[in-house]
């Protein structure tokens, strides 16, 4: 029930910060703006075939955070900018980095003429967000994260452009070619109107909308092969182990240009009666996509019996910490706890506490000269994210007090 209230208050989540970011150009190019981006195909790639509930929530958080960045006229608009910010950053690793080049140039576009607006949202962001950001940074090593992430074949995961328009839908995985098990497609309709918008905004010569176009293009170019080079000469890019990834801002970008289609038409009974045929056609082409492809009972012991743990070091090894194959012997006087070592471990001897260190196999090793029985260990933190837990919490109080204030 968790989870379902979770993806359904991301779905109503985005369609929200969608209609605020385009009501600009009328309610009803907003609204068709908002089920767009609700029914894309890779939306239910998310949700139902790969379940990736992080990169959907984080989604959904793509229109708020264009959103809020966009006037920081007042102290509680630069307030709210930095902790959706932090809160972006908090629903996902990797689409917050694939997104931050696109951000970048939306707050450039917008706030180039006074940057000291942006100090109050930076800020914020970095310390809310520290008890977060400071460990993704300096305790990553701790386990195999960016070793697995960089093991993975990206090459083999581009997306070919037939795929974009139309693949078979599948509750399969990706896979090198064009026969994967899973669809890539961004929308037929979608994409058309995203290109009906894309003439007007040429032809009108909207220098503002022109944002939207080219980065719907940059998106779908670094989802495909033809992005190769880049890939290969910029390194981190190996962490999104995913091309099509960027598939999550192609169909943020169209769902925008889409509703923009609907400017084209001025009278408002006429663009009542073709938003009308558009809703009808987006919610037969796309709704029938978001259905699970079986249903079954699950029980709780399923995923909590010895078994199944056994499996999820192999099953998500990115998890794994690196201590896992240590073959550690050199230390005397030594004990080992049938846990694997990890910096956060605190164990006390006789009360008192005492050095911890990877064994054999990476079992946590303990000094234990005395040969005592009276042992205790139990999960702390480290000093680092002791600290910046106490600066995101002070941070977060000041931030929500000031919004209050203001």
Same mark, same amino acid.
Do not use: C
């Given at each position: 029930?968790?989870?379902?209230?979770?993806?359904? /208050? $991301?779905?109503? #989540?985005?369609?929200?910060?969608?209609?605020?970011?385009?009501?600009?150009?009328?309610?009803?190019?907003?609204?068709?703006?908002?089920?767009?981006?609700?029914l894309l195909p890779y939306a239910a790639v998310?949700?139902? !075939?790969?379940?990736?509930?992080?990169?959907?929530?984080?989604?959904?958080?793509?229109?708020? !955070?264009?959103?809020?960045?966009?006037?920081?006229?007042?102290?509680?608009?630069?307030?709210?900018?930095?902790?959706?910010?932090?809160?972006?950053?908090?629903?996902?690793?990797?689409? &917050?980095?694939? %997104?931050?080049?696109?951000?970048?140039?939306?707050?450039?576009?917008?706030?180039?003429?006074?940057?000291?607006?942006?100090?109050?949202?930076?800020?914020?962001?970095?310390?809310?967000?520290?008890? *977060?950001?400071?460990?993704?940074?300096?305790?990553?090593?701790?386990?195999?994260?960016?070793?697995?992430?960089?093991?993975?074949? *990206?090459?083999?995961?581009?997306?070919?452009?037939?795929?974009?328009?139309?693949?078979?839908?599948?509750?399969?995985?990706?896979?090198?070619?064009?026969?994967?098990?899973?669809?890539?497609?961004?929308?037929?309709?979608?994409?058309?109107? $995203?290109?009906?918008?894309?003439?007007?905004?040429?032809?009108?010569?909207?220098?503002? @909308?022109?944002?939207?176009?080219?980065?719907?293009? /940059?998106?779908?170019?670094?989802?495909?092969?033809?992005?190769?080079?880049?890939?290969?000469?910029? +390194?981190?890019?190996s962490l999104v182990q995913f091309p099509w990834?960027?598939?999550?801002?192609?169909?943020?970008?169209?769902?925008?240009?889409?509703?923009?289609?609907?400017?084209?038409?001025?009278?408002? +009974?006429?663009?009542?009666?073709?938003?009308?045929?558009?809703?009808?056609?987006?919610?037969?082409?796309? #709704?029938?996509?978001?259905?699970?492809?079986? %249903?079954? &009972?699950?029980?709780?012991?399923?995923?909590?019996? @010895?078994? *199944?743990?056994?499996?999820? +070091? $192999?099953?998500?090894p990115e998890y794994r910490p690196v201590w896992?194959?240590?073959?550690? %012997?050199?230390?005397?006087?030594? @004990?080992?706890?049938?846990?694997?070592?990890?910096?956060?471990?605190?164990?006390?001897?006789?009360?008192?506490?005492?050095?911890? *260190? &990877?064994?054999?196999?990476?079992?946590?090793?303990?000094?234990?000269?005395?040969?005592?029985?009276?042992?205790?260990?139990?999960?702390?933190?480290?000093?680092?994210?002791?600290?910046?837990? !106490?600066?995101? #919490?002070?941070?977060?109080?000041?931030?929500?007090?000031?919004?209050?204030?203001?």
């Amino acid at each position: 029930v968790g989870v379902k209230a979770v993806l359904f /208050i $991301s779905s109503v #989540l985005g369609m929200i910060g969608m209609y605020l970011l385009t009501r600009g150009w009328g309610r009803l190019p907003a609204i068709l703006s908002s089920l767009s981006f609700a029914l894309l195909p890779y939306a239910a790639v998310n949700i139902y !075939v790969r379940g990736a509930y992080a990169e959907y929530l984080s989604m959904a958080l793509l229109p708020w !955070v264009f959103y809020v960045w966009r006037d920081l006229g007042s102290m509680r608009r630069r307030l709210l900018a930095g902790l959706v910010t932090t809160l972006f950053l908090l629903s996902h690793n990797l689409i &917050p980095l694939i %997104t931050s080049p696109f951000l970048l140039v939306w707050i450039i576009m917008h706030h180039r003429l006074n940057f000291k607006l942006l100090m109050v949202p930076i800020v914020t962001t970095l310390l809310v967000s520290s008890f *977060y950001l400071l460990p993704l940074l300096f305790e990553r090593h701790f386990v195999m994260a960016d070793t697995v992430a960089r093991t993975t074949a *990206y090459a083999k995961h581009f997306v070919a452009p037939s795929q974009l328009w139309n693949s078979l839908w599948g509750y399969g995985g990706s896979g090198e070619g064009i026969e994967d098990g899973m669809s890539f497609k961004i929308g037929k309709l979608q994409l058309l109107l $995203s290109a009906i918008a894309t003439l007007i905004i040429f032809i009108k010569k909207r220098r503002s @909308e022109l944002f939207w176009v080219i980065s719907l293009v /940059i998106s779908i170019f670094m989802a495909t092969s033809y992005s190769k080079f880049i890939w290969q000469s910029l +390194p981190f890019l190996s962490l999104v182990q995913f091309p099509w990834r960027y598939l999550a801002l192609a169909g943020f970008f169209t769902s925008i240009l889409a509703g923009y289609s609907l400017t084209l038409i001025k009278p408002l +009974p006429i663009q009542v009666l073709v938003f009308s045929f558009l809703l009808s056609a987006t919610l037969n082409l796309n #709704l029938k996509l978001f259905t699970p492809q079986t %249903t079954y &009972p699950a029980k709780l012991e399923d995923f909590t019996a @010895e078994p *199944y743990l056994d499996t999820l +070091p $192999s099953i998500i090894p990115e998890y794994r910490p690196v201590w896992l194959d240590t073959q550690n %012997t050199t230390f005397t006087d030594t @004990e080992l706890l049938p846990y694997i070592y990890y910096p956060t471990w605190q164990v006390r001897v006789d009360g008192k506490r005492v050095a911890i *260190y &990877p064994g054999v196999g990476g079992q946590l090793a303990f000094s234990n000269p005395t040969h005592s029985s009276d042992v205790v260990a139990k999960q702390g933190h480290t000093l680092l994210e002791n600290i910046a837990t !106490v600066l995101s #919490l002070i941070s977060l109080i000041i931030a929500i007090k000031l919004y209050v204030k203001n």
